[in-house]
Nanobody, 124 residues
């Protein structure tokens, strides 16, 4: 199993930006897809973005397309989520995860290892 640690969350005003990081350790993960999910209070966990092991392919939820960018640096063992034009509805705990499979899955059940989450709060 890999250990995943998210960082970079915080409080930002509407229209602002944040960059989340997910540091992976404990197992070689560069062959596997990784992703970001989020969970707002009282809501189910939802897919945000995912990226292939090589970083060459990515997928986004329609709600964040054009505003968020997922990337990874396999040499550093880190995945990122650049979030621009943030909105109050983006407020949630953001989790990173590893899929332990090829391709670019978007379903939470395809992901086997999860971080502890980082809070993102967007004020109006």
């Amino acid at each position: 199993q890999a250990q995943l640690v998210e960082s970079g969350g915080g409080l930002v005003q509407t229209g602002g930006s944040l960059r989340l990081s997910c540091a992976a350790s404990g197992r070689t993960y560069r062959d596997y897809a990784m992703g970001w999910f989020r969970q707002a209070p009282g809501k189910d966990r939802e897919f945000v973005a995912a990226i292939s092991g090589s970083g060459g392919s990515s997928r986004y939820a329609s709600s964040v397309t054009g505003r968020f960018t997922i990337s990874r640096d396999n040499a550093r063992g880190t995945m990122y989520l650049q979030m621009n034009s943030l909105r109050p509805e983006d407020t949630a705990v953001y989790y990173c995860a590893i899929a332990w499979r090829a391709g670019v899955p978007i379903t939470a059940t395809d992901f086997g290892s999860w971080g502890q989450g980082t809070q993102v709060t967007v004020s109006s």
